[in-house]
């Protein structure tokens, strides 16, 4: 059975690699890894490295499992692909926060695609989420035919490099974009009076559609912090988290919390707003979970002044090695081998 990955913002460069370091194009790299030999759809046909760029009209229905990261457009990819008079065979690959979506319009298509094809979600929050929209949004008949399993995404462990004490705290901000849902203003909010307080430097490394934002300006004109671009190699990424001290979430929510629990491997202290999300992701007793902006900085001026004492509280709340215990529930290996195997289970080998 062939894949076909379907993602519509991916970009593909001249050098025959998926291009960019946001999450989705980060998730289709490791699809293409899971899957070798696997087609990306795109308007123009393309050898690339390790895979093919392929028209969806030039997908054989027969033969091929799309897999499609954008749930909305799965019944026209049915439509498209039905006109070949074979019964097509596609799955959504969910890893946002369906929540999110506010129009109703979009929270029924979402409901119904995930009711009618297949659905893998990236977390057990997620699979929550939209397993209650088709419940919802769409008729028992259809729901009760729903289909939704889900593993932790996980991380890749092998990227992880020994971790280099900066002179000066680093405190970064644990997000590529400055939307609402990440409240940006609160993390800076915490860190500006943070840093009239004990030395620091904050690290932000932007998608480029969020550097030039408001947010980000702001945040440039201190003193104190760096605000650039996404780290240029998957290297220079796991350099700068080996690097970094603290960090400081401050997101209403998240499907999972990829960055988050990239840095927490990395040795970074994480300060996380005690919300569902983050307990998904953390033992039960981790230390520093806030309820408000003065207990935020409280946990944070600890982290930055007293590093080493923290890991050990957090060590402790896991029972023994903090790292161990994300490793243990947050490898990539879980995610890849669930996924195959779901495919398979769905579609046949």
Not at 153 to 160: K, P
Not at 260 to 283: F, H, N, Q, S, T
Not at 323 to 344: P, T
Request: glycine residues 6%; contains cysteine.
């Amino acid at each position: 059975m062939k894949i076909a990955i379907n993602y519509p913002d991916a970009r593909v460069g001249s050098d025959g690699h998926v291009a960019d370091h946001d999450a989705g194009s980060t998730l289709v790299r490791r699809l293409l890894r899971i899957f070798p030999g696997s087609a990306l759809i795109g308007d123009v046909p393309r050898s690339c490295v390790g895979f093919a760029v392929r028209p969806l009209e030039l997908v054989d229905p027969s033969e091929t499992v799309v897999i499609n990261m954008a749930a909305l457009e799965s019944t026209s990819i049915w439509r498209t692909l039905a006109r070949s008079g074979r019964e097509p065979k596609i799955m959504n690959f969910v890893w946002k926060n369906a929540s999110n979506l506010n129009h109703p319009v979009e929270r029924a298509g979402i409901a119904l695609s995930c009711a009618l094809f297949p659905t893998f979600a990236n977390s057990e929050r997620t699979a929550g989420e939209v397993q209650e929209m088709i419940d919802r949004w769409t008729i028992p008949a259809i729901a009760e035919k729903a289909e939704v399993s889900w593993v932790n995404l996980g991380i890749r462990l092998d990227h992880v490099l020994p971790r280099r004490d900066p002179d000066v705290p680093v405190v970064l901000y644990p997000a590529i974009y400055l939307s609402e849902r990440k409240q940006p203003q609160v993390f800076l909010d915490v860190v500006e009076r943070l840093a009239r307080r004990t030395p620091l430097r904050v690290e932000a490394r932007l998608h480029e559609s969020h550097l030039a934002s408001e947010a980000a300006m702001r945040l440039s004109l201190r003193s104190w912090a760096w605000v650039g671009p996404l780290t240029a190699t998957r290297e220079d990424y796991w350099a700068a988290l080996a690097r970094t001290t603290a960090f400081l979430a401050t997101a209403t929510d998240e499907s999972y919390g990829l960055e988050y629990i990239e840095a927490l491997v990395a040795g970074a202290v994480g300060v996380l707003p005690d919300r569902p999300w983050a307990r998904a992701i953390l033992p039960a007793g981790y230390p520093f979970l806030y309820g408000t902006t003065a207990e935020a900085e409280a946990m944070l001026l600890r982290a930055v002044t007293e590093p080493d004492v923290c890991r050990r509280e957090a060590d402790a709340a896991a029972g023994g090695s903090f790292a161990q215990w994300l490793r243990a529930r947050h490898s990539d290996d879980r995610f890849d081998a669930a996924i195959v195997e779901q495919v398979e289970r769905w579609f046949g080998a």
